[in-house]
């Protein structure tokens, strides 16, 4: 369009319709807006109503079925319910709901949350009347399998997620009625990293310094000073994207404890963390509740060692339901019944190994000789057999024909059951890998196969020996060339008695060495969740 001489700038013709269109694209999208703005939160308000309904239904459903637990109001209804309670669980309900926790810093009443049933999944009662108290200084560990309902409880606490029934108490504050105000006393670090890819960590820690009202001119320090207590100085300036996973978890940890919240929830801290950076990791929780004293930590993790470095206390759940509490040395002793005895034997002897190289390497050539008639269907092996004689021992590999053969001649089918098994299991010594390398090479070196062979045979004496002197003792899996067994410990059986015996025949049987421990948090663990 050309502006004739006489024409003006606010002409129709000019700029006047572009104008006109502009404001009416104003009003339009103002009211626009508004009325977005206004039925969406009317159809946010009946979608609540409507999921409130169903539950309601599902609810009062569930009362007349048997799968559901009722909904708990006070001690006394939940303990007719949850017979199967443990006693320090059912201890602890009892003395929060007869008000012996109101000083706690964090309280939770029968606190439970159900996910109603949607269009792919079926209702889930994620955290079943969860009821336990956390006191400042505390650092409780809060235990579980997968899917357990830990980080549900933790949304309910930091208001993220709405409870069905129950309720909690931060810092004095009802997270139902007023979950703003709860939120302000808690630092919250969830399982994964909500970062800005872009910021850096020192954007990160400005911007959280400033939702969470540090004053602008304390704002540089405070940065300053969680860029320092986390190690992070290196990577200050640098995009949260390029971070490694380690360096993420730390400065999502760190944002979580600015402002010093007396409480402070993590989620899994130190995910992916190298040992040297979950140490410092360590050092720093631990000087939140111990040193600093007031603050009360909710720590969740799959590491028993950390829940053990780090936590005064410790609740398990199991499939959302709180299964023990208590501290680290109680829920040893109380379901520790047992001792750990994890024991190593001597290596075999190469004068040995070599021996019985020779044997076998004399067994395989004179075998077709001398009972071909039996073997029947294993003429692989016989063929492999007769080039034997020819072959030194390092160059010989036995494939499963010839092990089963060699095993059978010996009168001792059953010890190579591990090694020839297309699915491989711990058997004490090392037949897991010599298994594998049966599966994965077709055969094993002669060599390889003496060294197991005399393995087995000392650890079989070790077992017998182990299941005949302790009555109840279990053999529980290996670690590395040591095997572990759990011994029942009671009156009947000191301390002093099983070193006793075991320094009596540790030459004779060939143990290297051997220690007995108490019931470690992690076997604890595996046999809750174990008993889901
Ligand atoms: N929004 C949801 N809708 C339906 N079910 C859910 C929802 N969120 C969680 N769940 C279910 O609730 C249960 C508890 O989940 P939660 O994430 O709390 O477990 P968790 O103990 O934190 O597990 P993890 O150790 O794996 O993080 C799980 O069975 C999960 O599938």
Redesign the pocket.
Known sequence: MRMASKDQILDWNVAGASLCYLAVEIVVYFVLTLSLEFTLHHKIKLTISRVWWNLFRHVKYDMSQSYSEPLLGSFGESSMFMTDEDADVTAERQRILNGLGDNAIICLQNLR?V??A?KN?AM?I??HSLTFAVQEGECFGFL????????????MLTGE?RPTDGTAFVFGTEVRSDPKSARRHIGYCP?FDALFEFLTAREHLQLYAKIKSVPENLINNVVNEKLEEFDLWNHAEKPSYTLSGGNKRKLSVAIAMIGDPPIVIL??PSTGMDPIAKRFMWDVISSLSTRRGKTAVIL?T?SMNEAQALCTRIGI?VD?KLRCIGSPQHLKSRYGNHLELELKPTEVSTLNVDDLCKSIQELLHDFPKDARSIIGDLETCILGSSLIASKSIAEISLTAGMIILIARLFGNEDSIKTIVSSNPVSDGVFGEQLSEQLLRDGSIPLRIFCEWWLAKQKFTQIDAFILASFPGAKFHGCNGLSAIYQLPYGEASSLADIFGHLENNRMKLGIEDYRISQATLETIFNDFASAM
């Open positions: 949350k996910y109603p949607g999944h889930k994620a955290v579980g399998t997968n899917g357990a309902g830990k980080t549900t409880t933790l949304s997620e399982q989620d899994e969740t799959h759940m959302g």
